[in-house]
């Protein structure tokens, strides 16, 4: 991605996650906030830390976008751009002259990226939208949770996460095309048509099926053992082996071959019916041993098994050698107070660098980014824009 500009209007998590995922891979990011700062600065304790996530290797530039001076930079900053990336409130960008059928139409090669909480047509265009609101609204929360128990939210934001990688993956393919063909793009998506399609596998089970999914807890409502969670001698695991050949591996494993061929244990749709004397039966074989015991010995037999970790025994696992997402800060930052690591891109290969260092202050680059808008770097309405603006942020 070295050489392609960005300019992110983002807020909270989606579009400032995917404008970072472009500047872990080599874009050249800008941040522009109002005076105030974006909107998760203001989020009392979980607010920084999704700044923090979110907004490494950017340049950071503050524009009044309510008055006529920044309306004006912003716009130029946009037209030198390759990228602009926006989720503000619907008619937010309109209203400042930055949204995409506008900008597009001074720059037919600009890639414009739209992302709204609900889409932009229907009753619910105007809402605004969080991650949670999506859960709730595409029917996430109504399948997650114990049978009996009221609906609940996946314990992270998921919905914005995935949402940052549909739109940095969006913004990828359309880079993709225009050097084939010239053109720009009109990217639009929504957290609402994300977390939807988060679960397509359960909708096309509606589709195929007539019956709506329900909540059943842990475990798959269709095949067993599939996600079952199972109390070992010191916490839990979780199991799947639904797979005919799987399940005897598995009984064969745990010296329970009789019950292979156990009327109620026979198949995985059986073991769904049956699936609390089928749980009972894997605790019996199981809670004698250890998380780390089960890992040994069912998945070296090939049976898909999990420990079910803390935060803090995830984080001593993974380290931070290669390939690990935990990206150690930048020594003279975290000598200066800063976090001890990030968590960084999840996928790598020779060319990536990711910045190590945290977010910069708010407007700690608007002098520097305006100054490039003068004539000599300002786009050129020819062939593209002059100059060649620094690819990572400068200390």
Known sequence: MAG?????????????????????????VIKVEPPSGEAARGVPGYG???????????????????????????????????????????????RAGLSSDLLLARRPDLVCLTLTGFGEEGPMRTRPGLDIAAQAESGQMWITGEAEGEPQRVGFPVVDAAASYAAAQAVTAALFERSRSGS???????????????????????????????RKGNGQPGVAPAADVIEVA????????YVDAHWRTLCKLLDIEHLADDPRLVDAQVRVVHRPYMAEVLSQALRHLTREDCIELLGGGGIVVGAIRTYPEVRQLRGDGPGSPFLP??????????PPWHVGPPVTWGAMSPDRRPPRAQGADTDSVLA????????????????????????
């Open 184 to 214: 720009g793009a009109d990217i639009r998506l929504s957290l609402w048509d994300v977390a939807i399609h988060l679960q397509a596998s359960s909708w096309m089970d509606y589709a195929l099926t007539g019956q709506p999914p329900i």
């Open 4 to 28: 392609v500009k960005v300019v992110e209007f983002g807020q909270y998590i989606a579009v400032p996650g995917a404008a970072q995922l472009l500047a872990d891979q080599g874009a050249h």
């Open 234 to 241: 010191d916490g839990y695991i979780v199991i799947s082996a």
């Open 329 to 338: 800060t930048d020594a003279v930052a975290a000598s200066a107070g800063a």
């Open 48 to 94: 920084a830390a999704m700044f923090a996530a979110n907004n490494r290797g950017k340049r950071m530039v503050s524009l009044d976008l309510r008055s006529e001076e920044g309306r004006r930079a912003a716009q130029a900053l946009a037209l030198a751009s390759d990228v602009v990336m926006s989720n503000a409130r619907p008619g937010a960008m309109a």
């Open 372 to 395: 490039e808008l003068a004539p000599s770097t300002q786009h050129d309405p020819n062939g593209g824009a002059n100059g060649a603006p620094a690819d990572r942020p400068e200390r």
